[in-house]
């Protein structure tokens, strides 16, 4: 072995017990969404302080900088050996950013976001089961606060969101957003207003499906399309979600609701597209960036695209609707597939994002873009949230909420100090739509195969173009190498067109 390699390995070897630290800290908010007592919040906000600091100091250590420095010129990137192939060549360019980045951020700032988020979190829960905006808002406004404070460490060019939104999708900025979304919108409000003048026999959906029986179906689905078991868990919360400890060690929730499982369903589908792209991380790269996620972006590619583009189609359900008569046959009872189809595919403006359907979905997400965009530069009042929220719940999607709880409090991302998050969601339909677009070129009859109940060909098609290279490649080349085509709005807008009109 090269004295390069040897110098990887030794510096491999430090990312996974910065990943062993993180992974302990992502146990502990895991748990916090999940298991732990409501009395217990206290002590554990001091956990996740805690290992947050141990993190944030090992990861900008002089130990640290001096085994990366032996590998690559953290001042121009320049990487010091040709004895290392591409992929690892790929991984040392990540860890140089990542170190950048930490080391711009102050352990004390570090230890204070977390403070501020976890207890915000805390506050969020209380706020929105209680309809309370005031008892969240001292505490938005600190982590809104803490956040432009965090966009001036970091840097910008531009806008100071730009510096937060590349925290999750590296390469992307609010410039690009915009010119995006200014596509989108006039098309999905017009698109919305067509659509939801439709009335789909719906009713059947609300009736009371048992609980248990929906967790048998949710798990029945869970392996169709991959899931494994016992490399996963499932779980329930307020707020669905996926956390990858490592590719062997994947966790998730759902929530259910008597009468309304097929909320619950398309959940379990969308928190199990997450967990299958951590699942499909490479192992053997444990601890250096080609073992995780390229980007949220990509990330919510994953899970759309079980949720709407196979889960929401046709020859899904060809294939599983018997499955779920017979798991529910007096509420199903005299419903065709026609009629499930049309009804799981209703569109019509709503409140909750996570409830949305597939054309309304990106209106929630733009009206949050724009509103987190303001908090950050300064233009609005975090304490005018209600309002300016509402207003645009009312251009967006013509309706508006009747409490802060079903309207500016629905979401847990900002507690969480999620800022600069949410175009993500938004980004992950586009991926999801050009990979779609590719996907059919490549398998041209795959409706009959989805159909006939075989599956695992989405998924090596989604294992071969996105899941195996981890952050080898950013965002927009992964996209464009898996397609292509440069990143555009056409084939979401396309995909919407051919579906519903």
């Known amino acids: 072995m090269s004295r390069a390699l040897e110098d990887y390995e030794a510096l491999k070897l430090k990312g996974k017990n910065l990943q062993l630290l993180s992974s302990v800290s992502m146990l502990l908010e895991w748990d916090q969404e999940t298991h732990i007592p409501t009395e217990g919040i206290e002590f554990r906000t001091e956990q996740i302080e805690l290992i947050a600091s141990l993190i944030h100091k090992e990861s900008t250590s002089d130990e640290y900088k001096n085994a990366l420095e032996k590998l690559i010129d953290i001042e121009s990137g320049n990487i010091k050996s040709d004895a290392l192939d591409d992929r690892k060549k790929a991984s040392l360019k990540e860890l140089r950013k990542d170190f950048i980045k930490e080391t711009k951020l102050p352990n004390s700032f570090v230890k204070k976001l977390s403070k501020a988020t976890s207890k915000g979190v805390n506050a969020w829960q209380s706020a929105k089961h209680e309809n309370n905006f005031d008892a969240f808002l001292p505490h938005l406004k600190e982590i809104v606060s803490l956040h432009q404070e965090k966009a001036e460490y970091l840097g910008y060019e531009d806008h100071p969101y730009d510096a937060l939104l590349n925290l999750y999708e590296p390469g992307m900025t609010s410039k690009k957003l915009d010119v995006l979304f200014n596509e989108l919108k006039p098309f999905l409000k017009d698109l919305t207003k067509k659509l939801s003048k439709k009335k789909e026999k719906t009713a059947f959906l609300s009736a009371n499906y048992p609980l248990e029986e929906q967790q048998k179906f949710n798990r029945f689905i869970l392996e169709k399309i991959g899931v494994e078991l016992n490399r996963s868990r499932l779980d329930f919360s307020t707020h669905p979600f996926c956390t990858g400890f490592n590719p062997k060690d994947v966790r998730f929730t759902t929530f259910t609701n008597a009468t309304s499982f097929y909320n619950s369903i398309f959940a379990v589908l969308h928190e199990g597209g997450h967990a299958l ?154 991926y999801a739509g050009q990979l779609y677009q590719t996907f059919k070129l490549k398998h041209k009859n795959f409706e009959e195969i989805i159909a006939s109940g075989d599956l695992s060909f989405i998924l090596e098609f989604l294992r071969d173009r996105i899941h195996r290279f981890g952050r080898e490649f950013s965002a927009l080349e992964l996209i464009e190498n898996a397609t292509g085509s440069s990143l555009s709005s056409k084939p979401y807008i396309d995909y919407l067109t051919s579906k519903y009109l």
């Open 277 to 430: 792209y951590e699942l499909g991380l490479p192992y053997e790269d444990l601890g250096t960036p080609l073992a995780q996620a390229c980007s949220l972006g990509v990330h919510e590619s994953q899970s759309r695209w079980w949720e709407c583009f196979i889960g929401q189609s046709r020859p899904f359900w060809e294939f599983l609707f018997p499955h779920l008569k017979e798991a529910f046959p007096k509420q199903l009872e005299g419903i065709d597939l026609k009629t499930f189809y049309e009804a799981i595919n209703h569109v019509e403006p709503s409140l909750i994002r996570v409830y949305a359907d597939e054309v309304t979905y990106i209106l929630h997400i733009i009206l949050r873009y724009e509103i987190e965009k303001a908090f950050i530069e300064g233009s609005i009042d975090v304490s005018d949230l209600p309002r300016i929220w509402n207003e645009k719940m009312e251009d967006l999607l013509g309706i508006t909420p009747s409490s802060n709880a079903e309207g500016c409090l629905q979401d847990i991302h900002w507690a969480f100090g999620l800022i600069g998050y949410f175009p993500t969601y938004a980004l992950g339909n586009l």
